[in-house]
């Protein structure tokens, strides 16, 4: 079955920690995995792609075939940072599914 | 600026009465999809139009449908709104299906209410 599962419903972080939100995924084919961010009162955006292999505001993923992960991490996380993430997975065609989300709370 | 709007953003409809929502973009994205996300849960893809070809997924309720008029509009129909129909709708556009201009694009989504 194809399925995206991000464990953590709520991850809470102190400002200028480490962050990393997990997402693994199921799929029998060649993955296209993304991370889309909303923060508060905005709308669900992209935040980056596995393909492009770009860093967005500090935000990295690396996509791990053999363990089916594509964790998103940031070295120091900022307050700006606090927002709902929600790790996604396009299995060809249109069809993109999303994962249940992490909300990242940063303390100052 | 290019983007996705839906109307309205708060939809309050009666057990069973029909209801439609709205999405338009101004991004000329040959994609348009919809999605329902409940509280806590993931966006779950219902059906998307490629140009004018509608594509249904196999799980959505025969109780939804939709239509896309032109390239920049796209509704949501719910023929009879039960009490779990209640939902956050999305709407979203890509450019195409295929390589970098995969990334969707989503609206502020409208909020339905069924009492």
């Known amino acids: 079955a194809q399925r995206v599962t991000q464990p953590e419903k709520l991850l809470s972080v102190f400002k200028g920690a480490p962050v990393e939100l997990k997402c693994n995924y199921s799929?029998?084919?060649?993955?296209?995995l993304f991370w889309y961010v909303q923060y508060s009162r905005q709308r669900l955006q992209l935040l980056l792609r596995h393909i492009s292999r770009e860093s967005i505001k500090g935000f990295t993923a690396d996509l791990n075939k053999g363990e089916t992960s594509f964790h998103l991490k940031k070295p120091f996380a900022q307050e700006e940072d606090s927002a709902m993430y929600y790790c996604?997975?396009?299995?060809?065609?249109?069809?993109?599914?999303f994962g249940a989300g992490t909300r990242l709370f940063v303390k100052a | 600026d290019a983007m996705v709007i839906q109307n309205p953003r708060y939809q309050v409809t009666q057990f069973g009465k029909p209801v439609t929502l709205s999405c338009s973009q101004t991004l000329n994205h040959n994609v348009m999809y919809w999605y329902q996300q409940k509280s806590s849960q993931a966006p779950k893809l219902l059906f998307h139009y490629y140009d004018k070809d509608f594509n249904n997924e196999a799980d959505t309720p025969d109780n939804f449908q939709s239509r896309r008029p032109n390239t920049s509009f796209c509704f949501l129909d719910i023929r009879s709104p039960g009490l779990g129909d209640a939902a956050m709708y999305l709407c979203?556009?890509?450019?195409?299906?295929?390589?970098?201009?995969?990334?969707?694009?989503f609206g502020q989504g409208t909020r339905l209410t069924v009492v």
């Open positions: 996604a997975l396009r299995t060809g065609g249109f069809k993109t599914i």
């Open positions: 979203a556009t890509s450019k195409s299906g295929w390589g970098v201009n995969t990334e969707a694009f």
């Open positions: 799929y029998s084919g060649s993955p296209e």
